[in-house]
């Protein structure tokens, strides 16, 4: 597998934006579909968004939708989530996951690395 670092996140105020990036190790990085999970204070982790291993299909969960943006390229071995019109709600530490050689997920079953995580704040 894959070895994830994550970076970008930090305090902002609701409807500023913040772009995510995460960073893999070794070559194989393409081969995975990749994706973004949070977990917000005392909730359980979920799903953010993921993308194929050529970055032409992707996944949101609902509340993200038009919001979010998740990108990869692979020749740099790096994803990206940017997110716009940020919410207090969208507070959580935030995963990067490498994810299955196929399609995408939206699963932790799926997930074979994780990052360390990155903690995104959204005052009101």
């Known amino acids: 597998q894959v070895q994830l670092v994550e970076s970008g996140g930090g305090l902002v105020q609701a409807g500023d934006s913040l772009k995510l990036s995460c960073a893999a190790s070794?070559?194989?990085?393409?081969?995975?579909?990749m994706g973004w999970f949070r977990q917000a204070p005392g909730k359980e982790r979920d799903f953010v968004a993921a993308v194929n291993t050529n970055g032409g299909s992707t996944t949101y969960t609902d509340s993200v939708k038009g919001r979010f943006t998740i990108s990869r390229d692979n020749a740099k071995n790096t994803v990206y989530l940017q997110m716009n019109s940020l919410k207090p709600e969208d507070t959580a530490i935030y995963y990067c996951?490498?994810?299955?050689?196929?399609?995408?997920?939206?699963?932790?079953?799926?997930?074979?690395?994780w990052g360390q995580g990155t903690q995104v704040t959204v005052s009101s």
């Open positions: 996951a490498a994810g299955p050689r196929w399609g995408t997920f939206t699963s932790e079953v799926d997930v074979g690395s």
């Open positions: 070794g070559s194989t990085f393409r081969i995975y579909a």
